[in-house]
């Protein structure tokens, strides 16, 4: 028997480059998924930064500070010589009520520019609220009652503790003696910081305390019924007719290429073309919704035509095959078939493409939608503004207290990108189906 000796097995030299090459290659790959993870990570906390920012700004917007006041309805103020007829109502200077409680609760404030500052602890808009009542309640007319008024925008800061006090008085909007004067309604609990139902309520007002987005809201969703409207069912019609019927030919090519291209044509090319034809030719109304969800249509066609195409090519041939064989016509096979088969993905590309329209800007600000508009629009052809605009105007207004508002803004308008694309994603996992 011959008796073997263990050996020791030496690598040559080629095969310690190998082994050289792939430690190299791991570590390439490790460094790879270092700079892939530092990416990511870089990325959420940027978004996390801005979102947060957003919400911090945003949040003192949602309440909204009120001052308590007895108030005297003067009869000889709201309704001269008995006259109670709408007219009057409408011309009586109701905010000469509030600044009378005020002075009433200071006598001691007796020089004309500290009544002045005194008048402007409440808004310049107190005079609706006033008139408001009054038309729901004729019975206060010559009654003194205790109502809640919305103070001026630098008192809701104040009490918010947006504005600091240690400042120096030359240095801050509001003066030494509004905060004492502040300081007195607060000990009597005259003093509260409400829930912001107006801003989610009220149109747009120069007054930050009275501004709110249910004018730009409402504008955002007529624009948007349009837009649908006119851009779903050409764009789908168009895809099926493209995808199912076309001859394939260099006119059938040229279309594909010119729809492609549309799709990443900026946004503020489909504003000036609105504004030559819609405007200029037609004379459509400016500042309109029809206008604004015309304009919007356009931009979303190329998207929705795109997305249906791709949704109908993925429908496998042997469903047309299959209903060929029993004998279903071609318009019956994508009729019945094809685009029901089809329609969850086409409804997902609708939704994103509608969400896109909804945060756009540019092109409405080219047909006049950044118009000041304080009254809620009642139809498409009513002059209106939208959520991104809304936000655009407030973000360059200078009073401070747009700041918060503009955040606040910004959020709602987040939420309704989120709620969309949610809402696509949900549709696109409760109907899609795996061939």
């Known amino acids: 028997m011959t008796d073997i000796s263990p050996r020791r097995v ?47 700004q945003g949040l003192p917007a949602f309440h909204q500070t009120y001052i308590g006041l007895d108030v005297y309805f003067d009869p000889d103020v709201i309704q001269p ?30 020089e004309r520019r ?22 729901a309640d004729p019975s206060l007319v010559g009654q003194t009652a205790t109502v809640w008024l919305v103070s001026s925008d630098d008192i809701d800061m104040l009490v918010k503790g947006l504005i600091d006090r240690n400042v120096p008085e030359t240095d801050r909007r509001v003066k030494d003696d509004e905060v004492r004067w502040v300081d007195a309604l607060s000990q009597e609990d005259r003093v509260e910081t409400r829930f912001n139902v107006p801003f989610f309520t009220s149109g747009d007002s120069r007054e930050p305390e009275l501004a709110g987005i249910w004018g730009a809201t409402t504008g955002s969703f007529l624009t948007l019924i349009v837009t649908l409207l006119m851009s779903f069912p050409v764009g789908v019609l168009a895809a099926v007719y493209l995808e199912e019927f076309a001859p394939k030919n260099r006119w059938t090519d040229l279309i594909e290429v010119n729809i492609n291209n549309l799709a990443a044509v900026p946004s503020i090319v489909f504003g000036l073309l609105g504004l030559t034809v819609f405007l200029g030719f037609f004379g459509l109304p400016r500042s309109a919704p029809l206008v604004g969800g015309m304009v919007l249509a356009l931009m979303t066609l190329p998207t929705i035509i795109i997305v249906t195409r791709a949704a109908l090519s993925a429908i496998p041939p042997s469903i047309r095959e299959a209903a060929l064989g029993v004998g279903a016509s071609h318009l019956q096979v ?100 795996r061939w």
């Open 10 to 56: 030496r690598l040559g030299a080629s095969d310690e480059q190998a082994a050289a090459r792939l430690k190299k290659r791991y570590a390439a790959e490790r460094r790879f998924r270092a700079y892939g993870m530092t990416a990511i990570g870089t990325g959420v906390l940027i978004l996390i930064t801005l979102l947060s920012s957003i919400v911090l």
């Open 114 to 135: 500290a009544k002045r500052r005194l008048a402007r602890l409440i808004s310049s808009g107190t005079d609706s609220a006033l008139r408001d009542l009054v038309r």
């Open 81 to 110: 010589g008995g006259d109670m007829s709408p007219q009057t109502m409408q011309t009586a200077d109701f905010q000469s009520l509030a600044r009378s409680a005020l002075y009433h609760r200071f006598p001691d404030v007796t």
């Open 334 to 433: 994508v009729t019945h078939h094809v685009v029901p088969l089809a329609m969850p993905g086409i409804l997902t590309g609708t939704i994103i493409g509608m969400a896109r329209a909804l945060g756009e800007t540019a092109p409405l600000l080219m047909i006049g939608m950044v118009a000041f508009i304080v009254d809620i629009p009642g139809s498409v052809t009513d002059p209106a503004t939208v959520l991104p605009v809304q936000i655009y105007l407030w973000a360059d207004s200078p009073e401070r207290a747009f700041v918060a508002k503009t955040s606040a803004a910004i959020m709602v308008l987040l939420g309704f990108l989120i709620f969309m694309n949610a809402l696509a994603v949900l549709l696109r996992r409760r109907f899609e189906r």
